[in-house]
């Protein structure tokens, strides 16, 4: 009887070793660098006039709008390139300066595993004209230096093209994104009160014990 | 704890039973004695009134009622230490960290309690266990509140280092059950204190993430504010355990230090000669190094894991925080386990045995810490983290099963060394394996078990004449060589080493069943 439970473990042990493998098989995502970049991107923030101001510009959360704008490269129209492009999906990403010393943000050029692109801003459906967006920055975006990337899907979410707002080594037309702090008036004082109770509280204690014991 | 201490372990373990109790070998007299104030005690006392048993499900004052307070004050210093971690991919975004920032402020939060174990001995002498809990807990309570004002990298490390101060608080839960419970008892009573304690670790992986998106969908807060809002929970608990301990705690069975007046039936020591007595003894430096290796490496993936799940396995916040509990919560059953199992085998094989089983569980701890860092999938790394848990644990454990043999005259700064030894340890692993880029953190994980498994290998060198080590078999040495010899000709003369002798008359358990029948068999021979 012993042997047999032991077979059947042996075999249930067996089909989940081979699952895993499939799994794991199955894990392998787009080479990044097999995409093409295929869509031109351009991202404005309100009310600054980007060819004629800084190369590098700032956005704060909360107050500033980004205007998106994607559109397949105009050399490219009436090609057929876009046959299969359905999904556009825009993405805030890293910049190489704000991923020095943080390996949550890695790029790597798997892109299951690739880490830059993280903040998702939104998705659009794919159109031969190109379309916009009007992004005001979430409240939880760190600070830090960014560009916009859009993929290009096809109808099973496998990526097909990109498009960025900067050039291959990602240098040139950041965004620097200023962040909140989360610190408010409120919790500062909340903090400073607890703080000073915590010790009062224990001063109190020792000196009602000590005037108790005499 | 010596061996021949008949646990009544009723094996009923199985908490059919109203009250888990483990006796002492003190069979007949229980007495049921009166404090100094005429209160009977609920449990059987010794004639310091220190307890002979455990009720773990009774709150009676005075000895279980410290003993819950002891373990839930340092439970909640561990839960304060170690709440950063698994909010830290939060943090690290609203306060711009760098991954040397994040290692720098973990080396931090372990390296504070370096210095507040070395005074809270002191303070513990001076005022009473009760003071220094409680002064303790309400004045780290402040450091905790600081936590929702830091602006950057600079303040979060110093925040996390004040913070750390409070894990003091295992100096005054372990001073404070020796206070209160029977040497034979005691060393359960430290085990089972110490991993609960510990238990705080896991419980805040639990609870600060749930805390965080709580406040996040309940109140409709920022992200950078609810996590702030969240380090209130563990100040209140500070304040509040600090009163708790002030009001329901005494010093010892009978009062409070200021109340009672010490009978002098205690010798004291000179602190140098203590000192210098621990100094000159190699063992004590062999556990500083390996327990750097069980408590360090338990410290340092506190630290770690939380975020490891995070960005490895993609998983959201909350997931990321339950796995890395489970590593925390696995003391409730692995510290006191390694314990028992360092006292099981020492029945049979002695201190030998204990050095045996101390350095198989924690090369084995070593051995899996390399596994996960090389296992690839989200359920075998959490499997294999959890037998990896178990093993440090016990290897925690099963270190003070011998640390008591190591030094009479100087157990208490044998016992801050080995303590202070694991806090090394963390600083050590942090800085070699997750403060740079140059590797990953799975990388890091793998490197920092081999390091452990080399490391452990140092017990292989302990060697006590009486007993032998892990190679080498004793010497025809008496237990009353090793202890008398931390006395000079001059303090023996003076009687000062007797309690020492008492100790090594007891301690005679450590040779193991057989050479305790062969001496019993052979004619008695003269001290």
Redesign the interface.
């Known amino acids: 009887m012993a042997f047999e439970l032991l077979q059947c473990h042996l075999r249930i042990l067996f089909l989940w070793l081979v699952a895993?493998a499939l799994?794991?098989a199955a894990e392998g995502g787009v080479l990044f660098s097999s995409l093409e970049e295929t869509m031109v991107v351009t991202a404005d923030i309100q009310g600054q006039n980007w060819t004629d101001g800084p190369r590098i510009r700032t956005a704060r959360v909360g107050d500033d709008h980004m205007l998106i704008k994607w559109a397949l490269n105009s050399t490219l129209t009436g090609l057929g390139v876009d046959r299969e492009y359905t999904t556009v999906k825009i993405r805030l990403c890293f910049a190489p300066i704000s991923q020095?010393?943080?390996?949550?943000r890695k790029t790597n050029n798997d892109l299951r595993k690739d880490k830059t692109c993280s903040i998702p801003i939104t998705s659009q459906k794919y159109t031969t004209e190109g379309n916009f967006t009007d992004w005001t920055i979430r409240?939880?975006v760190?600070?830090?230096s960014y560009f916009v990337r859009v993929y290009v899907s096809d109808v099973n979410g496998t990526q097909l093209a990109y498009g960025q707002t900067t050039d291959r080594l990602k240098t040139s037309n950041l965004i620097i994104i200023q962040?909140?702090?989360?610190?408010?008036l409120s919790?500062?004082v909340?903090?400073?009160v607890?703080?000073i109770?915590?010790?009062g509280?224990?001063l109190g204690?020792?000196i009602a014990?000590f005037r108790r014991?005499k | 704890m010596a061996p021949s201490t008949e646990m009544r372990a009723d094996a009923e373990i199985n908490g059919h039973q109203k009250a888990y109790e483990i006796g002492g070998a003190g069979g007949g007299f229980e007495m049921e004695a009166t404090d100094l104030k005429g209160r009977k005690f609920s449990l059987p006392v010794d004639s310091e009134h220190k307890a002979k048993k455990l009720k773990l499900y009774s709150f009676a004052a005075p000895h279980m009622r410290t003993f819950h307070l002891s373990w839930i004050s340092f439970c909640i210093c561990f839960f304060s230490t170690f709440a950063a971690p698994p909010l830290m991919p939060v943090i690290r975004d609203n306060l711009n960290l760098s991954k040397g920032d994040i290692a720098n402020a973990g080396i931090a939060s372990v390296s504070g309690s370096i210095i507040s174990r070395l005074l809270m001995g002191t303070i513990c002498d001076l005022v009473g266990p009760r003071y220094g809990c409680a002064i303790l807990i309400m004045v780290t309570a402040p450091a905790v509140f600081c936590m929702s004002i830091v602006n950057g990298p600079t303040g979060f490390i110093l925040v996390r280092f004040f913070i750390s101060f409070a894990l003091a608080t295992f100096v005054s839960c372990q001073f404070w059950m020796s206070s209160m419970f029977t040497s034979k008892i005691v060393g359960l009573a430290n085990g089972l204190a110490a991993g609960w304690g510990n238990l705080g670790g896991g419980i805040t992986q639990l609870i600060m993430p749930l805390v965080y998106d709580l406040i996040r969908t309940s109140f409709g807060a920022d992200d950078y504010v609810a996590w702030r809002l969240a380090f209130f929970l563990p100040g209140v608990m500070h304040i509040t355990m600090g009163l708790i301990v002030l009001i329901l705690g005494q010093d010892l069975p009978d009062g409070n230090y200021r109340q009672l007046q010490k009978s002098g039936n205690k010798i004291s020591d000179s602190f140098a000669k203590v000192l210098y007595c621990a100094v000159t003894n190699y063992r004590m430096y062999i556990f500083a190094l390996t327990y750097g290796f069980c408590l360090g490496v338990e410290l340092t993936v506190d630290n770690i894991i939380a975020e490891y799940f995070y960005d490895r396995f993609d998983v959201n916040l909350h997931t990321a925080g339950i796995i890395a509990s489970t590593f925390g919560l696995m003391n409730l059953v692995a510290r006191p386990l390694g314990g028992v199992s360092s006292d099981l085998i020492a029945m049979r094989f002695g201190m030998r045995g204990r050095l045996w089983i101390l350095w198989t569980i924690q090369t084995l701890g070593g051995f899996f810490c390399i596994i996960l860092g090389i296992t690839n999938g989200l359920v075998p790394s959490i499997v294999v983290m959890l037998v990896f848990s178990f093993f440090v644990q016990a290897a925690c454990g099963a270190t003070f099963g011998v640390i008591p043999f190591i030094s009479r005259r100087s157990l208490g700064v044998v016992s801050g060394a080995t303590g202070a030894g694991g806090n090394v340890g963390s600083i050590l692993t942090q800085l070699l394996f997750f403060s740079s880029s140059r590797f990953s953190t799975e990388a890091g994980i793998k490197l920092m078990g081999v390091m452990s498994v080399a490391c452990t290998t140092v017990i292989l060198f302990t060697y006590f004449p009486q007993w032998g080590g892990m190679l080498c078999p004793p010497t025809k040495a008496t237990e009353e060589d090793y202890y008398a010899s931390e006395w000079t000709r001059d303090e023996q003369a003076a009687g000062l080493h007797l309690a020492s002798l008492k100790f090594a008359e007891n301690a005679k358990g450590e040779r193991g069943k057989s050479r305790l029948v062969a001496s019993a068999a052979a004619p008695a021979t003269n001290l």
């Open positions: 895993m799994v794991l020095v010393e943080r390996g949550w409240r939880n760190p600070g830090a962040p909140i702090t989360g610190r408010h919790i500062d909340a903090s400073v607890f703080s109770s915590s010790v509280a224990l204690f020792l014990e014991m």
